[in-house]
Every structure is written in structure tokens, then in C-alpha cells.
């Protein structure tokens, strides 16, 4: 008898299924964003619609090597990443030609880490656009809009926190350019300069509140530097 065959394999398989996560991560419950969850609320509710009482998402998964109810729950995921092309191609436009445009998005969509993550159930699907505009906006000093996006990004995923880092690089990289176009570049100037980014990340803050408490999120993002004990994998997280 195959495993497929046993009465009881369903049963086992939902077992193996629970995969704690790490006490390193989201220990603080609210500190995790909650619009990766809020967006998939609509295709879960569609699911919810068109499949039967007596047969779950794990049902078509363990029966099924695939079926298309799979991707009911991926719809999200997959707008997601169309309109990560769709917006790699806007950019192009503006900054290039409708060729590069099209090139562009093509790569995009056809970028390894694409393929396997967009069609998926994915945080980073629905990260990755924000965080596209969010650049793009912000190497074009529009600081408000890469400020609503970037709030947008943080409330999707916590990892998003690292393009501060870009953020600080493209600052440097503007006073550098500053200084070499006025030698007498004064720290005035400068902080005119700064002001921009500064709007950007208060913006990014105020959108990210309604998705995360504050003091819980900033106890995630800051674990590598408080170094609260971490548990690598086992139940009793």
C-alpha cells in the first residue's frame, strides 16, 4: 500500500507540517507587520468560497502533485509580482526608452529569485514592489511618496528596515557630490541636504503604525544587537 493509500497519511502529514518559528523572530507577537496578512485576507476568503467543507488547502496539496485551487492563495503573490514588472518598466520609460523598458521587465520576471518566489506564499512577493518605488522616489528626491512606500514596506516585512542602509548611501553620495560642485559647501547646506531623508523615514513611520506596534517592532528589528535568546528550531519556542 502506498502512503498515499493510508487512511491515516492526511492525518500525519498535517502533523509534520508545524514548523515553529525561531524564538529569535517574533517572540513579541505585534511586532510582526501585518499587511502581508491583511492583503491575503481577500484571496483566502475567495478559497474559502469555492472549495468544499470536507477538503482543505492541504487536502489538494498532499492529493495533487498541483491543482489550481493552489492558486487561489497565490493570487496576491502574483499581482505582487506583475506589479513589481509593471513598475521596472515605468521606470525604464521615464529614465530610458520603451526598448531598456521592456528588457527590464522582462529580466525581472524572469530573474531566478522571481520565479520562485512570486508564484509562492511569500512576504518578499508583496515586499518587493514598495520597496522598487520606495528607491525610485527617493533617488528622485520625491521624499514624501518614497516615505509612503517605504511605510508601506516596513508594514509588509520586517527585513525591509535594511534599505535605511541604501537610504544612508545615496545621502553620503549626494553630499560628496555637494561638496565637489561648492567648495565652500558649509554645514548648512548640508543639512538642507538631510532634511529630505529625514522626511522620508518620519512618513515611513507614521504609515508603518497602523500595521505594527512600535515598541514590539523595534524589539524584533533590534535583535541582533540585544541578543535575546534564541531557540534554533525547537516546539517550545
Known sequence: MSLKDDPHALTKYGKRLIVPEPDRFYSHGAGKPLLSAIASIPQLALLKLISSNDKNLLYYQYRYNYHGILIVVRLVQILAGLATMLIVYWILVRECDQTRALIGAACVG???????????LHQG????????????????????????????????????????????????????????????????????KLVGPIKTVAISVLVLLPFANPISYASEILTPVTHRATDFGGENV
Open 110 to 120: 524572469f530573474f531566478p529569485t522571481a520565479i520562485e518566489y512570486f508564484p509562492n
Open 125 to 192: 512577493s508583496i515586499l518587493a514592489p514598495f520597496l522598487v518605488s520606495s528607491m525610485y522616489f527617493f533617488l528622485k528626491e520625491h521624499y514624501k511618496k518614497a516615505g509612503l512606500f517605504f511605510g508601506l514596506a516596513l508594514a509588509t516585512k520586517n527585513v525591509a528596515i535594511f534599505m535605511l542602509r541604501v537610504f544612508a548611501v545615496q545621502v553620503i553620495d549626494n553630499l560628496i557630490e555637494a561638496r565637489r560642485a561648492a567648495s565652500d559647501l558649509d554645514w548648512k547646506v548640508a543639512l538642507r
